[in-house]
C-alpha cells in the first residue's frame, strides 16, 4: 500500500459508503426498484441510537460556524437582544462594511491570498526538488542530509521565534512581505512525503527515461511529477491551510495595518473596536474562515488525505 | 497493519506495506532509477581505468554534485538559516541578560533559568499548562474515540457528521477563537440560552477563575477533536472485520469486543495521536492569544504564552529564551518517548 492509497483510505468516501450500505449481498440492485429496495433495507437496519447520537454530535459541533454565519448579518438590535434572535430579520452586509471602516479590509485579503499562494506555491517547489534531490540524485552524505532535513520536524518553530525576530529586523525585514515570507518557506513536511512517495515510483519508467537520455530535470519534471499527483495536491493544501492561517510570526513582524495578513488584521479589529461590536468582528471572522471552508469543502479528500498523513505514513 | 502505525516522522521507517523493501535500495547505483544507470554499460570491466575514463567520472561526480546543490541546496540552506541557526543562538540568548532591540547585553550564564526555576510565576505557568495540555490531550482523545466509533457504524449521513466534525480543524484559531468568546458572551451569547434551556445560569466565562481555562480548553478540544476522530476512524478500519466476528461467535457482546479486541489493536493509533496531540497542545498559541491573552490574574498563561510575552511584551528576550529551552526539552522528551515505542513496535508488528 502506498502513501497516497492508504492516506485515501481515510478520506471520507460517502458514495462508496452508500454504496455499500444495505445492498444485500450478492444481489447488486439495478434500477430506481433496486435503490429503493437498498434504501428500505437500510431503513431496516438503521441504528437508532447511534443515528441520534451522531445527529446532536453534528449539531453541537456545526452550530459554532452556522451561528457565525447568521450572526455576521444580523443588526446591533438584533444581536443584543434576549431572547435570542435567530435569524437575522434583514440580512444585509452592514457588518462587513464595518469591518472595512476599520481596517483596510480589502488590502488584508489580497495580502493573505497573495502571501499563501507564492508562500504555498514555493513551499511545494522547495519540497518536490529537495525530495528528487535526496532519492534520485546519487551523492554521498545524502542520507545525512534527509536526516537533517528531518529532524527538523522536531523542532518547534516557537522556539525559534526570538531569534529569528532579531535576525530578520537585522535585515531590515520587518514589515515587509519577505520578513513574512521566508522564514517559514523552508519544507521539512513536504519533502518527508514527496521522498516516500518517490520511493515508491516503478523504477522501470524512470529507468528509461534514463536510457533516453532525459536528465534531471526533465525527468523531474516530464515523469516524476505527473506520476505524483495525489502527493503534490496533499502538500500544497496543507500549505494553502497553514500559510493562511499563520498567526504568530506574521503578528511579531509586521505593525504596518497594510501589510498585515486576515488573521492579524482580526487582532487588529479585536483592539480598535474591542467587544463592543460583535458584529463586526464576527463579519471579519467569516472573511477569514470562509475561504479556507470552501477549499475544505470542495477538496475535503486531497486535504485530509494531507493532514492525516502523518498518521498513515507509518 | 501498517495503515495504523504511528507515524514516525521522525524515525522514518520503510514506506508501509512493503517492509521487505529496502528504502536504500534506491541508493544502490545498479537499483537506481536515476541516469546513473547507464553507467555500467560504458564503464570498461577492466580494473584499473585510464585518466580519461576517470576523469570522465569526476566530471560526472562533479555534476551530481551541482545537480544536488540545485535542487536540494535551497531548501537545506533555508532549514540551516531559519530553523537551525535559531536553535543554537536561541540556546546563547537564554545565557544573557538582554532587552530585545538593546544594544547592551549581560552574560548571566545559568541565571535566567536559576530565576525561571525559582520565580513564583513559575508554579503558576506550569500548572497551567499542566491542566491545559492534560485536559485538551486527553478530552480529544476520549472524545475523539467516541466520535470515531459512532462514524465507524453504516448510519446514513455519516459523511456530512465527518465533514462537519473536521472542519474546525483547518480554521485559523485567532478566528475560532474571537467566534467562541461571542459563543461564550454571559448574557447575549448562544450558550447562555442553550444552559438557561437546563435551567442553569451562565457562569462568567471571561472573568472568573477557572472559567477562562475551561473556556480556552472546550475551543481548543472543538477544534481538533474532528483530527483525532478521522485518526481514530482509518485505525478502525484498518480491523479486520474477521477479528470482531470471532470475538462475536465467542458470545462477546459489543463492549466486550471493544475493550478486549479493538481497543488493545488501536494502540498504535492511540500512542501516534497522544504524541501529536501533546506537541501541538504545548504549542498552542492562537486560541489563548484571541481569547485570554494569557488573563486573568495569569490563569490562561501557559508556557508557550509565557514565552510570547516575556520576550515581546515584557521584552526580556534573554529569560524569555530561558523559558524557551525548557520547551524545547519538554517537547525533546515526548518525541524520544515517541521513538522508543515506536521501535518496539516494529519488533511485535
Excluded at chain 2, 40 to 58: E, L, T
Amino acid at each position: 500500500m502506498s502513501a497516497p492509497t492508504s492516506a485515501r483510505t481515510t478520506a471520507p468516501t460517502s458514495a462508496r459508503t452508500t454504496s455499500r450500505t444495505g445492498v444485500p449481498a450478492g444481489a447488486a440492485p439495478t434500477g430506481a426498484a433496486g435503490r429503493a429496495r437498498a434504501a428500505l433495507a437500510a431503513l431496516r437496519d438503521l441504528p437508532v441510537g447511534g443515528w441520534l447520537a451522531l445527529v446532536a454530535a453534528t449539531v453541537v459541533l456545526g452550530a459554532p460556524l452556522l451561528w457565525m454565519l447568521l450572526a455576521s448579518l444580523k443588526t446591533p438590535a438584533e444581536l443584543y437582544s434576549l431572547p435570542l434572535r435567530w435569524l437575522p430579520g434583514a440580512p444585509g452586509l452592514t457588518n462587513y462594511a464595518g469591518v472595512a471602516d476599520s481596517i483596510p479590509l480589502g488590502r488584508l485579503f489580497l495580502n493573505s491570498v497573495g502571501l499563501t499562494v507564492v508562500g504555498a506555491g514555493l513551499k511545494v517547489l522547495l519540497g518536490l526538488c529537495c525530495a528528487y534531490a535526496l532519492v534520485f540524485v546519487e551523492v554521498p552524505f545524502r542520507r545525512v542530509v534527509f536526516g537533517l532535513v528531518l529532524a527538523t520536524l522536531m523542532i518547534p518553530p516557537q522556539i525559534t521565534i526570538i531569534p529569528n525576530y532579531t535576525f530578520v529586523a537585522s535585515l531590515g525585514w520587518l514589515n515587509t512581505y519577505q520578513g513574512i515570507l521566508v522564514p517559514g518557506l523552508a519544507s521539512a513536511f513536504g519533502t518527508f512525503l514527496f521522498r516516500q512517495h518517490f520511493l515508491t515510483l516503478p523504477r522501470s519508467v524512470l529507468e528509461a527515461a534514463a536510457l533516453d537520455g532525459a536528465g534531471h530535470l526533465r525527468t523531474l519534471l516530464r515523469f516524476v511529477v505527473p506520476m505524483s499527483g495525489p502527493t503534490l495536491a496533499a502538500v500544497g493544501l496543507v500549505s494553502v491551510v497553514t500559510e493562511w492561517n499563520d498567526y504568530l510570526w506574521p503578528f511579531l513582524v509586521v505593525d504596518d495595518a497594510r501589510l498585515m495578513t486576515l488573521p492579524v488584521g482580526l487582532t487588529l479589529l479585536q483592539n480598535v473596536d474591542g467587544m463592543s461590536s460583535w458584529g463586526v468582528l464576527l463579519a471579519a471572522t467569516v472573511v477569514v474562515t470562509l475561504p479556507i471552508l470552501l477549499v475544505f469543502l470542495v477538496l475535503q479528500r486531497r486535504l485530509v488525505a494531507g493532514l492525516t498523513a502523518g498518521a498513515v505514513t507509518g | 497493519m501498517p495503515a495504523t502505525a504511528p507515524a514516525a516522522t521522525a524515525a522514518g521507517p520503510p514506506p508501509h506495506g512493503a517492509p521487505d523493501v529496502d528504502p536504500s535500495g534506491a541508493r544502490t547505483p545498479s537499483a537506481g532509477p536515476s541516469r546513473e544507470v547507464a553507467r555500467p554499460a560504458r564503464r570498461p570491466s577492466g580494473p584499473a581505468p585510464d585518466p580519461v575514463r576517470r576523469r570522465a567520472a569526476a566530471r560526472r561526480r562533479r555534476r551530481a554534485w551541482a545537480t544536488f546543490a540545485l535542487l536540494a541546496g535551497p531548501n537545506v540552506a533555508l532549514l540551516l538559516l531559519f530553523v537551525y541557526r535559531p536553535l543554537l543562538e536561541s540556546l546563547y540568548l537564554s545565557t544573557l541578560q538582554w532587552n530585545l532591540g538593546s544594544p547592551v547585553a549581560r552574560f548571566v550564564g545559568l541565571g535566567n533559568y536559576r530565576e525561571w526555576f525559582t520565580s513564583p510565576a513559575t508554579g503558576q505557568v506550569l500548572t497551567t499548562t499542566a491542566v491545559f495540555t492534560v485536559a485538551t490531550v486527553g478530552g480529544a482523545m476520549v472524545l475523539g474515540l467516541a466520535l470515531a466509533l459512532l462514524l465507524d457504524r453504516r448510519i446514513p449521513g455519516r459523511g456530512v457528521a465527518r465533514t462537519v466534525a473536521f472542519a474546525p480543524y483547518v480554521l485559523s484559531g485567532l478566528a475560532v477563537g474571537i467566534l467562541w468568546l461571542f459563543l461564550f458572551d454571559p448574557r447575549y451569547g448562544l450558550l447562555a440560552t442553550v444552559l438557561g434551556w437546563f435551567g442553569l445560569a451562565s457562569p462568567a466565562w471571561y472573568t472568573a477563575e477557572p472559567w477562562p481555562l475551561v473556556m480556552v480548553v472546550v475551543v481548543y478540544l472543538w477544534k481538533n477533536l474532528g483530527y483525532v476522530a478521522l485518526i481514530y476512524l482509518a485505525g478502525l478500519q484498518a480491523i479486520p472485520q474477521d477479528l470482531k466476528d470471532a470475538a462475536a461467535l465467542d458470545g462477546a457482546g459489543r463492549v466486550r469486543t471493544l475493550r478486549s479486541v479493538v481497543l488493545p489493536l488501536l494502540t498504535p493509533t492511540t500512542f501516534f495521536l497522544l504524541v501529536t496531540m501533546l506537541l501541538s497542545s504545548l504549542q498552542s498559541f492562537d486560541i489563548i492569544q484571541a481569547m485570554t491573552r494569557g488573563g486573568p490574574l495569569g490563569s490562561t498563561t501557559t508556557l508557550m504564552y509565557q514565552i510570547y510575552q516575556e520576550g515581546f511584551v515584557t521584552g526580556r528576550a534573554g529569560y524569555a529564551s530561558a523559558g524557551a529551552t525548557v520547551l524545547f526539552v519538554l517537547l525533546l522528551a515526548v518525541t524520544a518517548v515517541q521513538m522508543r515505542f515506536v521501535e518496539r513496535k516494529v519488533h511485535y508488528a
